[in-house]
Structures are given as structure tokens and as C-alpha cells.
Nanobody, 116 residues
Framework: QVQLVESGGGLVLPGGSLRLSCVAS????????MGWYRQAPGKQRELVAA???????NYADSVKGRFTISRDNAVNTVLLQMNSLKPEDTAVYYC??????????WGQGTQVTVSS
């Protein structure tokens, strides 16, 4: 049984900040990649940021310079620090991890709303 628990979403004013957290637990083996995706109403789910076990990072162009992803391998946790938030960042944010066998797991999602 594998479980991903996300937290940190909410309502924030434009220009504000939020930090998302995702903790993976259970029989997950070694986690190679941890990442965040988001899905806005009427749109496809898209990659926001991902980080490998070795620390290589990939960001969507739309969040570069504003969002920072980090992870703690010891506790299977990935964080997403989101600064200078814009209304277009409004979406459900999902945590995803991929283990050493290539199996992926998804969290339940956390709502982020940027609005005045």
C-alpha cells in the first residue's frame, strides 16, 4: 500500500506565496523522481516541476523564477515553494512519484486558488 499525502493548498492573493508538501509512505521502494503537476478547470494536467533523486530539476516555463522544488530523500518528502503567485496558477496541484521500477503514484490533489 502506497500513500501520498499532500498539504499546503489554499486561497491566496495575487503576489502571495504558498508552500505545498507531499509525503510518500508505504511499500514504495526507492523513489527516483518526485514532482508536482497541476490541472486547471477545462485544461489538461501539466507538469509544474520535478526533481530526481540526484537533484536534477525541471520546471515548466510558466513557473521558472517563481517556484522552487526541493526534496528530502530521508523522509520521502517533496516541497513546492510558490512565490509571486498569479491567478493563472489557480489549479488542483498533484504530487507524483516514480520508483526505481518506473511505477508511478499520485496524490489526491490540493486546491490552490489565487484571487483577490
Amino acid at each position: 500500500q502506497v500513500q501520498l499525502v499532500e498539504s499546503g493548498g489554499g486561497l491566496v492573493l495575487p503576489g502571495g506565496s504558498l508552500r505545498l508538501s507531499c509525503v510518500a509512505s508505504g511499500s514504495i521502494l526507492r523513489i527516483d523522481v518526485m514532482g508536482w503537476y497541476r490541472q486547471a478547470p477545462g485544461k489538461q494536467r501539466e507538469l509544474v516541476a520535478a526533481i530526481t533523486r540526484g537533484g536534477s530539476i525541471n520546471y515548466a516555463d510558466s513557473v521558472k523564477g517563481r517556484f522552487t522544488i526541493s526534496r528530502d530523500n530521508a523522509v520521502n518528502t517533496v516541497l513546492l515553494q510558490m512565490n509571486s503567485l498569479k491567478p493563472e496558477d489557480t489549479a488542483v496541484y498533484y504530487c507524483k512519484v516514480i520508483n526505481r521500477l518506473g511505477t508511478d503514484y499520485w496524490g489526491q490533489g490540493t486546491q490552490v486558488t489565487v484571487s483577490s
